[in-house]
């Protein structure tokens, strides 16, 4: 079972960035099409970010232009950069997978747009 641990969130500023990575462990990761996800308070987890076959991406509206998902197999971790900040972004994201039974959700990373 692959295992998933998140990284890189925390306090920013509005219009700043962070970039968040995704440590997964396991041989199947590099054949499963990976997303990020987030969690706002009082909201569902909703996909954000995702890598589609032919790696092509796609975002959901209120994060396209400023969201930027990638992957690196050989590391098996996958990305998001995060720019252009906004508090509405404040949210624990999580990585998974897009299609099919989601492995086991790590435990997040908490990013916090705040002046």
């Known amino acids: 079972q692959v295992q998933l641990v998140e990284s890189g969130g925390g306090l920013v500023q509005p219009g700043g960035s962070l970039r968040l990575s995704c440590a997964a462990s396991g041989s199947a990761f590099s054949r499963n099409l990976m997303g990020w996800y987030r969690e706002a308070p009082g909201k569902q987890r909703e996909l954000v970010a995702a890598?589609?076959?032919?790696?092509?991406?796609n975002y959901a509206t209120s994060v396209k232009g400023r969201f930027t998902i990638s992957r690196d197999n050989a590391k098996n971790a996958v990305y998001l950069q995060m720019n252009s900040l906004k508090p509405e972004d404040k949210a624990v994201y999580y990585c998974?997978?897009?299609?099919?039974?989601?492995?086991?959700w790590g435990q997040g990373t908490q990013v916090t747009v705040s002046s």
């Open positions: 890598l589609t076959s032919g790696n092509k991406t």
């Open positions: 998974n997978r897009v299609l099919g039974e989601k492995y086991n």
